[in-house]
């Protein structure tokens, strides 16, 4: 399971550097435009500079609507400043067809300039509170579309988190559904240490957190902090370790 974490600002993004050992994506999001609000070009290509070169940098594109132009032009915006990982909220699409729709014009976008860049359908586990898609539609959203990962987050920062909303043997479907098209699966939505064991089981294999990584546990008034990182990182190894001695002697 790889770990994303996003940092709000250049500054949180040098706090990462400091732990980039702990982390295996940093994530360029603008919090206050929302769940997966887009920042600024020379913000993406400042924090690209910022962490190690090794390290993959992921940029969101917004809560975009069902404008497939205006969402393919901002993904092509996020991959020229230096995203490796291009993530879209298909906030405003309520069906399939509109989310594929969306998501065929950023993928050529993206494609078209950096083939090996990868693109992440991203919906919401709370999408009932919002009239988005639904949560399990967003693997074939991004099979159908030539995506490369379909992601849960949730859109509305209240306080509730991924599992309220979609349960953990309803995620384990999502993420059961996206390998079975060849996809990543990626789990986000105030997650905690408290959860790795669920997310380990289930198969995901990129979790995304800010919040438990911040200073006091609150992703809007905290900060990043570089300790808070590696915690968070050995207690993943931790249950990664449990979970593979518990498959070798089951078999």
Known sequence: MLLLISPDSVEEAVDCAKAAEYL???????????????????????????????????????????????????????????????KVGLYGCTTPDQGIEVMRAVVRAVKDYRPEALVVASGYADAHRVGCVNPLALPDIAARSGADAAMLDTAIKDGSRLFDHVPPDVCAEFVGLAHASGLLAALAGSVKQSDLATLTRIGTDIVGVRGAVCEGGD??????????????RAEMDRHAREFAAGVTLAG
């Open 24 to 86: 295996d994506i940093v994530d360029v999001k603008k919090p206050d435009e929302g769940s997966l609000g887009a920042n600024f070009p020379w913000v993406i290509r400042e924090i690209r500079e910022a962490v190690p070169a090794g390290k993959p940098v992921s940029a969101t594109v917004g809560d975009v609507p069902y404008k497939p132009g205006t969402v393919a032009q901002a993904a092509l915006g996020a991959v020229v400043s230096g995203a490796t990982y291009i």
């Open 219 to 232: 992703r809007n008034a905290g900060r990043i902090q570089p300790h808070l990182v590696a915690a968070f």
